[in-house]
């Protein structure tokens, strides 16, 4: 790795997008013949493949496209191999019978070059590198090109690893005190999905990145991070909180934002993460528009789209999953409070409408990652 490559990556850059735009720079430097770099992210939770970051010089870039890995059998031999994959003449080698294969062949590209990428046993994705020129990954190229994949691996992990440290953190911290989970981990993977359906919804609209999609649903799970903080007769309580109940309930926003800046900073990942994103959605996931919110009382543009989104996704897992103060609604009538809420101006309508317009993907992932029955249910 040369130096400038290192500095580079460990120095603070805002966006993986703009580190992968500096690596390709150094790409260059030494093989002028790549002309796009990307990356796609794997997600063993849907065994889907999904656009992550690129770095396009000559061609469109592809946004917003995933499939599941399974669909893919050269990708999938990759996977099971670590291999990595050449081909030196694209026209001649791909047939367009997918989105991914029409687009490749419309931009002219000529031969690419495929690394998955591993930390661990665990597939975290793969590095497509594609050129305009017939057969440029040489060995030589390969070679070369294969160190720059552990720089992208590094950058990208770095990310990975912070969330899940927070996440086993705030796990074990609640099991340390009651052996139990804080949230069902089902109610996590509901919103979470609930959140990315919403945000890939409105992505063109609102010139959102496949970066920021891929972090939102990576982050959305950390929302109520600082419920550890609140004491289970609270948390659990059947029935509603009381005044001062409900000051304690309300804490875990703060907390959550001190939880969150304190293991960063633990790990030495406050410059590695775009942090700003994740707390964003932690301190700002019970903020309203109206400004009836907390803990800020935000109102508007105040509160950041990140949060928003993650408040409705999460309000909407809250509405039709059965509380310890409430059954489970049905759906028509969930969906009918999110409208209500919307109308009276207290959360955001282009996300509500992302659902409304996307009933049956909402009802598939309701249905499909049901809480196990036995879990205790929380307080919202
Ligand atoms: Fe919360
Ligand atoms: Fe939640």
């Known amino acids: 790795m040369s130096s400038n490559a290192h500095s580079m990556l460990m120095n603070r850059v805002e966006s993986l997008s703009e580190r992968l735009a500096l690596i390709h720079d150094n790409i260059l430097q030494r093989v002028s013949l790549v002309d796009r770099v990307s990356c796609a992210i794997y997600d063993p939770a849907t065994d889907l493949l999904k656009t992550f970051i690129n770095s396009t010089r000559n061609g469109n870039a592809l946004n917003r496209y995933q499939y599941p ?28 019978d997918n989105p991914h294969s029409v687009w490749l062949l419309e931009q002219g590209y000529q031969s690419s070059f495929t690394v998955p990428l591993f930390s661990g046993d665990h597939l975290v994705g793969f590095v497509f590198f594609d050129s305009l020129t017939e057969a440029a990954f040489t060995d030589i190229v390969q070679r070369d090109l294969v160190l720059f ?39 996590l993977t509901r919103m979470a999905l609930l959140a990315r359906l919403i945000v890939r919804d409105m992505a063109q609209e609102y010139n959102l990145d496949d970066e920021f999609v891929e972090h939102l649903y990576l982050f959305a799970p950390l929302h109520d991070i600082g419920k550890i ?34 293991v960063l900073k633990d790990y030495q990942l406050s410059h590695m993460v775009d942090s700003r994103l994740m707390i964003n959605i932690v301190a700002g996931h019970h903020e309203r528009l109206d400004g009836s919110g907390y803990p800020k009382g935000l109102s508007g543009d105040e509160i950041p789209l990140e949060a928003r989104i993650v ?70």
């Open 229 to 262: 903080g609140v004491p289970d007769q609270i948390l659990l309580k059947p029935g509603k909180l009381n005044d001062t109940e409900w000051v304690v309930m309300k804490s875990h926003v703060v907390k959550g934002v001190d939880i969150i800046r304190r």
């Open 69 to 96: 890995l399974e669909a893919s059998v050269s990708l999938s031999r990759l996977a099971a191999s670590g291999e990595c994959r050449v081909i030196d003449f694209i026209p001649g080698s791909v047939s367009p």
């Open 149 to 187: 994949c552990n720089l992208i691996l590094m950058a990208i992990v770095s990310e990975l690893t912070a969330v899940s440290c927070l996440m086993t953190t705030a796990q074990v911290a609640r099991e340390f005190v009651t052996l139990r989970d804080f949230e069902t981990g089902a109610h």
């Open 311 to 380: 408040a409705v996704a999460d309000m909407f897992d809250a509405l039709t999953s059965k509380r310890p103060y409430k059954e489970a609604w049905p759906l028509a009538d969930a969906f009918d409070e999110l409208r209500h809420l919307a109308a009276i101006g207290q959360i955001d309508s282009r996300c509500v409408q992302a659902l409304l317009d996307n009933q049956e993907v909402v009802a598939d992932i309701i249905s499909h990652y049901r809480d196990p029955e036995e879990q205790p249910a929380l307080q919202e």
